[in-house]
């Protein structure tokens, strides 16, 4: 079992910057799952990224380019950064893993452009 806590969501202008952190409890070596989703008002849950098993990322198309996944060494977190952001990249993010499909959920960091 693992818990997750994202955080460094907030408000931000439109072409700036946030980080968002997901913390795990424990290192998640032993899982191949592993991602960032997003949920917007009145829509669907969608991938922004996810990491393959082999260590090779997938982006949505609308973030390609501008928002970058990275872990640290540890296997304890995982980081979004999010660059040249949109009023559309309004939502709630969220990190996700597990050994075999996403298990575990964290709670969200909201994320709102302006």
């Known amino acids: 079992h693992v818990q997750l806590v994202e955080s460094g969501g907030g408000s931000v202008q439109a072409g700036g910057s946030l980080r968002l952190s997901c913390t795990f409890s424990?290192?998640?070596?032993?899982?191949?799952?592993l991602g960032w989703f997003r949920q917007a008002p009145g829509k669907e849950r969608e991938a922004v990224v996810l990491i393959d098993s082999d260590g090779s990322t997938k982006y949505a198309d609308s973030v390609k380019g501008r928002f970058t996944i990275s872990r640290d060494n540890t296997e304890t977190k995982v980081f979004l950064q999010m660059n040249n952001v949109r009023s559309e990249d309004t939502a709630l993010y969220y990190c996700a893993t597990g050994s075999q499909s996403f298990g575990y959920w964290g709670q969200g960091t909201q994320v709102t452009v302006s």
């Open positions: 424990r290192d998640i070596y032993t899982f191949y799952c």
